[in-house]
């Protein structure tokens, strides 16, 4: 036996077609692998003054203390390639529909070939207004693949967001809302050279 942190798990919500949803996306990845179309992961995350850094090193006797302070929310909606290829949106407030929407119609601007979208079933990924644009993404190349509900670890964006909250964003970032906005800035401007993630 060995005394560790017990796990919260998802498991037991995801639906009947788990599976079947997971090995469409096991092929869809062999398919970009031969270079037959270009996978793309989307999601969006909130970032705000309330830090989201549990641990740093510190000298023992000592504390960091991180200023933290209730703020609007500058969220981020990003289509990624798990590669190099990130586009990320922002806007201050809630991300709806209506706002996602013109996001993925930009991003259309710029494809070639056939692509596909992973999304998550939030309901703004899910709404009638979204559903109507599926089919004229489509005939742009984009497609839409739904993952599996309760299954954010087969949406490869959430380790980009874990890594912008937990490790690149630094602790003056907190200091004030221009600084935050700055920091956000700074990762989306460097990411593939400065930042980057590899998962080999």
Same mark, same amino acid.
């Given at each position: 036996?060995?005394?560790?942190?017990?796990?919260?798990?998802?498991?037991?919500?995801?639906?009947?077609?788990?599976?079947?949803?997971?090995?469409?996306?096991?092929?869809?990845?062999?398919?970009?692998?031969?270079?037959?179309?270009?996978?793309?992961?989307?999601?969006?995350?909130?970032?705000?003054?309330?830090?989201?850094?549990?641990?740093?090193?510190?000298?023992?006797?000592?504390?960091?203390?991180?200023?933290?302070?209730?703020?609007?929310?500058?969220?981020?909606?990003?289509?990624?390639?798990?590669?190099?290829?990130?586009?990320?949106?922002?806007?201050?407030?809630?991300?709806?529909? /209506?706002? #996602?929407?013109?996001?993925? &119609?930009? %991003?259309? @601007?710029?494809?070639?070939?056939?692509? =596909?979208?992973?999304?998550?079933?939030?309901?703004?990924?899910?709404?009638?207004?979204?559903?109507?644009?599926?089919?004229?993404?489509?005939?742009?190349?984009?497609?839409?693949?739904?993952?599996?509900?309760?299954?954010?670890?087969?949406?490869?964006?959430?380790?980009?967001?874990?890594?912008?909250?937990?490790?690149?964003?630094?602790?003056?970032?907190?200091?004030?809302?221009?600084?935050?906005? /700055?920091? #956000?800035?700074?990762?989306? &401007?460097? %990411?593939? @050279?400065?930042?980057?993630?590899?998962? =080999?």
């Amino acid at each position: 036996m060995i005394w560790k942190r017990v796990r919260k798990s998802l498991k037991h919500k995801r639906p009947d077609n788990y599976e079947e949803k997971k090995l469409h996306l096991e092929e869809l990845l062999k398919l970009e692998r031969q270079g037959e179309l270009n996978l793309f992961y989307a999601d969006g995350s909130g970032f705000s003054l309330t830090p989201c850094v549990p641990y740093a090193w510190q000298e023992i006797g000592s504390r960091i203390e991180i200023p933290s302070s209730r703020s609007k929310t500058l969220n981020l909606f990003g289509i990624w390639d798990a590669k190099t290829d990130l586009n990320l949106y922002s806007v201050e407030g809630s991300l709806t529909s /209506e706002i #996602v929407i013109k996001y993925i &119609d930009d %991003f259309c @601007k710029n494809i070639e070939g056939r692509n =596909v979208i992973i999304l998550d079933n939030a309901s703004i990924h899910v709404s009638k207004e979204f559903k109507t644009k599926v089919i004229d993404w489509k005939n742009k190349g984009l497609e839409v693949f739904y993952l599996p509900t309760y299954s954010p670890h087969l949406n490869l964006i959430e380790h980009l967001w874990r890594f912008m909250k937990y490790e690149w964003i630094e602790f003056n970032a907190y200091k004030s809302w221009n600084n935050l906005v /700055e920091y #956000v800035e700074n990762i989306s &401007d460097n %990411f593939g @050279k400065k930042y980057t993630i590899n998962f =080999v």
